[in-house]
């Protein structure tokens, strides 16, 4: 079931370096929200805290919480492999594993996360998170070829699939179109459109109308400079943050006089 997500004075160090700086905000649950910014400001580094995705790189550390369903997910005796179960990821570059199959790639969270399930399981499983992903018709032929061999806006849908098998209650993509083709970001769009009537999902892109067609809010994360620390900006209605903006940072940015 998809879930709000409460972010409390946030902020998220690599060793020394404030990489982000006291962020506070609510993500509603089955809504898209997309994070915009210029680059070098912290709203991917911020979207993997969401997660604790953030901590594969050495010396990366939190201050603040980060609350899913009334559970700190920083919390001393929370389990980051459990939190990358309930909060699933895609990112920028379509990653699927190239050894395995179509119906091994979307299989593959189940096994990571120790769930056990016979061959007729596991195939509802793959069928159904694969129908999800808006796949299930252009692969189901060829199951048991390598994910590898699809299109670059298949094989993102595929990673997308595997995302969802897990059934996650959060969903994050960190511009999961960058890499793609003008139709294929188009079904991804739609596809995200779809999915937000059971996940909470968070976007980062660097387009500003892929935002604006997308999400229901928008967070506008910004930098004072080199070696400062990003910040929130402003979050809101994406209509509104859009159309009205409440700070010049934010009207500079989408109007493309900054940035």
Known sequence: MAKQIDVERLNIYYR???????????IEARSVTAFIGPSGCGKSTFLRSLNRMHEVIPGARVQGRVVI???????????PVRVRASVGMV?????????????????????????????????????????GANLWNEVKDRLDKP?????????????????IAVQPEVLLMDEPCSALDPISTL???ELISELKANYTIVIVTHNMQQ?????????FFNIAGTGKPGKLIEVGPTTKVFSTPSQQATEDYISGRFG
Not at 211 to 219: I, P, T
């Open 69 to 79: 369903d009334g559970q700190d997910l920083y919390a001393p005796e929370v389990d």
């Open 147 to 163: 994910g590898a061999g699809l299109s670059g806006g298949q094989q993102q849908r595929l990673c997308i699939a595997r995302a």
């Open 91 to 131: 990112f920028q570059k379509p990653n699927p594993f190239p050894t395995m199959s179509i119906r091994e790639n979307v299989a593959a969270g189940l096994k990571l996360n120790g769930k056990r399930m016979n061959k007729a399981t596991v195939d509802d499983v793959v069928e159904r998170s694969l129908r």
């Open 211 to 219: 935002a604006a067609r997308v999400s229901d809010s928008c967070a």
């Open 16 to 26: 020394d370096f404030l990489a982000v700086e006291d962020v506070s905000m609510s």
């Open 187 to 189: 079904a991804i769009e």
